[in-house]
């Protein structure tokens, strides 16, 4: 089984920085593909960036160049850098993974997930 803490999320004012962590427990190879997903009240769940083993990062084109997604494999840690936040990108947090090699940002190919953290983003 995996299981997937995350850390950090909080309240920030529009412009402002924050960051996410995310760390990974169980077998390595079902944490091959791991991501950040985002879900707002009323909305569906939508990647926001994704990263593989070998290195290839993927990113939603309503956050590239503000965030930006890492991940210490030896760790089995993942982390997102959020910057220039705007309200828009309110929402619960989600960490996920799966043993996937190849490079995706759909919530249906991922099927561990963490509890989710709370970001939000007041004008």
């Known amino acids: 089984q995996v299981q997937l803490v995350e850390f950090g999320g909080g309240a920030v004012q529009t412009g402002g920085s924050l960051s996410l962590s995310c760390v990974g427990y169980?077998?390595?190879?079902?944490?091959?593909?791991m991501a950040w997903f985002r879900q707002a009240p009323g909305k569906e769940r939508e990647g926001v960036a994704s990263?593989?083993?070998?290195?290839?990062?993927s990113y939603a084109d309503n956050v590239k160049g503000r965030f930006t997604i890492s991940r210490d494999s030896a760790k089995s840690a993942l982390t997102l850098q959020m910057t220039s936040l705007k309200p828009e990108d309110t929402a619960t947090y989600y960490c996920?993974?799966?043993?996937?090699?190849?490079?995706?940002?759909?919530?249906?190919?991922?099927?561990?997930w963490g509890q989710g953290t709370q970001v939000t983003v007041s004008s």
């Open positions: 996920a993974a799966d043993p996937k090699w190849s490079l995706r940002l759909r919530a249906a190919d991922f099927a561990y």
């Open positions: 169980g077998e390595p190879y079902n944490l091959n593909l």
């Open positions: 990263t593989d083993l070998n290195g290839y990062i």
